[in-house]
């Protein structure tokens, strides 16, 4: 990797919109249905146009799949991805770990490391490496999620000099969550504490029962407009009007990705991306593989400015969600849009299409897998 390390100084030149706030968690296989790990980033951001691309590998890098802003021409920063040896990451911004006076202008490069390490790293051993030998200031201040092929995953809580490492295999309950705050930040700054305590509560039942799988967070916690702090969840009731305050989705909500690991003994390449691109509750989920084909056109920036049909498609039925702009009223939720008594909001209506999408992604892995025994 050391030969590739001038290349990124040029690279953190470009500054790119960090993440607003996001949810994250990384699960053990030990607490989901069919034993493989998880890695599930809600993104919020002020990009609202996102998409997803294959990267094919070059010049002795690895291939890989990742988010990225549209307005990213060069597709510099990746917000959340694998590559092909089965390394993963993602990120979510923190706000109590930046200790310098490094300036903005030098900030907010998390999507550019990423990207950097998605075609470097093939394990959380390496992806260390990468941090020690990467010029300072690195120019992030971010809670950055890895797992690999051989099931090691980690959180790094990292700043422009410095990083703490939570490994999952550390922690007896077998799943690590963050938001927008560091455990190893300073105490009672940075944001996201209550959707800490929402994604904690919503997964509480989930984690007894060790049945976890991507639709829990898809479907269940970037669908659900609980709060935990007013103890109220709006889903199982149907006000039609709710104010946009705490909960996991939220208007900057752009994504909810959940990548699916593999097995131990498994080939790398059966990894998949589960991804609800645009506002997730208005979403339909796309499973996304490596290889030619892999990532569907719908979710690419095959539109003007590099949108996504997808995206856009999203953004619509979001304008319905959303669809006071004078004063205050963009704060405001028209939730009967959502759920509703007639079951015909597109959380509800979605879920049914989305229980199906599920059900042909997992027989794609599987005839993939068949595929890859027969070649023994």
């Known amino acids: 990797m050391s030969k590739h390390i001038l290349s990124i100084a040029s690279i953190l030149l470009l500054t790119y919109t960090a993440c607003l706030a996001c949810t994250s968690a990384i699960v053990s296989g030990r607490l989901t249905a069919n034993g493989r790990p998880l890695m599930w980033k809600h993104r919020d951001t002020g990009e609202q146009n996102n998409r997803i691309e294959r990267v094919k590998a070059h010049d002795g890098l690895f291939e890989f799949v990742a988010l990225f802003d549209a307005r990213d021409s060069k597709d510099s920063a990746a917000w959340i991805g694998f590559n092909e040896r089965g390394f993963a990451i993602m990120n979510t911004a923190s706000y ?5 006076n490094v300036p903005d202008s030098q900030m907010d490069r998390e999507g550019v490391v990423m990207r950097y390490a ?127 305050q705490d909960y996991i989705p939220r208007s900057s909500s752009t994504a909810s990705i959940v990548i699916e690991g593999i097995a131990a003994g498994e080939p790398a390449n059966l990894t998949v991306m589960w991804s609800a691109l645009g506002y997730p509750p208005c979403a339909e989920v796309v499973p996304c593989f490596l290889g030619e ?60 299409k989305n229980a199906e999408t599920y059900r042909t992604g997992y027989a794609e892995i599987e005839r993939r897998r068949a595929r890859l025994n027969k070649r023994k």
Not at 96 to 100: E, P, Q, R
Not at 293 to 317: C, K, M, W
């Open 118 to 244: 998605l075609e470097r790293c093939a394990t959380v051993a390496d992806f260390e490496r990468v941090l020690e030998q990467l010029p300072k200031p690195l120019g992030v201040e971010a809670n950055f999620g890895v797992m690999d092929a051989d099931g090691n995953a980690a959180y790094f809580e990292t700043n422009n000099y410095k990083w703490t490492k939570f490994d999952l295999a550390d922690d007896p309950s077998g799943i690590l969550i963050r938001t927008n705050y560091s455990v190893s930040g300073r105490k009672d700054e940075g944001m996201g504490y209550i959707r800490f305590e929402n994604a904690t509560e919503l997964l509480r039942p989930h984690i007894v029962a060790a049945d976890i799988t991507p639709a829990t967070f898809t479907e269940e916690l970037s669908r659900t407009f609980y709060n935990s702090k007013l103890n109220r969840n709006y889903n199982k009731s149907y006000p039609q009007w709710i104010v946009d």
């Open 293 to 352: 084909g892999g990532v569907p056109h719908e979710l690419t920036g095959s539109l003007p400015n590099r949108h996504s049909i997808q995206s856009d498609r999203v953004l619509a039925r979001k304008a319905e969600v959303f669809p006071v702009k004078r004063g205050n009223g963009k704060r405001y939720i028209n939730f009967s849009k959502l759920y509703n008594p007639s079951k015909t909001g597109y959380c509800q209506v979605l879920s049914q």
């Open 96 to 100: 109590n770990l930046k200790d310098d």
